[in-house]
């Protein structure tokens, strides 16, 4: 588990300082998720959505006046409710270490409202797995997948929607399992420290 999550946080700290010219603030985000399962092996009746949270930071480094790379750092709760008989759902929720690793395009940077929209891979260490009624030992320990969105930015707050779509098969009971995340979310950010150095052109 260790040897998981220090090798992705290695790669993209060098990537990120690799490919981004200056340092343009760190923050904190606080997010309301909706996942669901995906796939052709949805197990039981049928599944529904399941609310979760996501916590965590960020660091942005400014490319150009409009583009910026964003490294962030969450725990987040992701999975579904299954629906075992009749209108019983069975909560199976899992909860990961994802390291999104961001470009980000800023519109109207010179404006006090700054529309923005962002793309990017994300790799996320498993945590727990459980359900209603036990630990799940059968859930892959990690997963990547592709995370878009846009929001808008106001001083130092910002609030976007993203959309994360797991790109591996978690469930491991059986081979050829065809069965993902996909996790909606609303985030709120505040940028607690800004660069005070120019923008680069």
Do not use: H
């Amino acid at each position: 588990m260790r040897k998981t999550i220090i090798f992705p946080i290695i790669f993209i700290l060098i990537t990120a300082n690799t490919l981004a010219g200056e340092f343009d603030g760190i923050g904190i985000k606080l997010g309301r998720n909706s996942s669901i399962f995906t796939g052709a092996d949805i197990p039981g009746k049928g599944v529904k959505s399941l609310v979760g949270l996501t916590l965590g930071g960020f660091v942005n480094y400014k490319i150009s006046k409009r583009l910026s790379l964003q490294q962030e750092a969450y725990l987040t709760t992701k999975g579904a409710k299954i629906n075992i008989i009749s209108d019983i759902y069975l909560s199976n929720i899992f909860m990961y270490f994802e390291l999104p690793l961001l470009a980000k395009m800023t519109f109207r940077s010179e404006s006090q409202l700054k529309p923005y929209f962002f793309l990017g891979p994300a790799y996320a260490a498993t945590i727990i797995a459980f359900n209603d009624v036990a630990v799940l030992d059968d859930i892959r320990d990690s997963d990547i997948g592709i995370v878009l969105g846009g929001g808008i930015e106001v001083w130092k707050i910002s609030l976007d929607y993203r959309l994360s779509q797991g790109l591996l098969n978690f469930d491991q009971s059986a081979d050829n399992i065809d069965l993902k995340n996909r996790t909606c979310s609303i985030v709120v950010g505040f940028k607690c420290f800004n660069s005070s150095s120019g923008e680069r052109q």
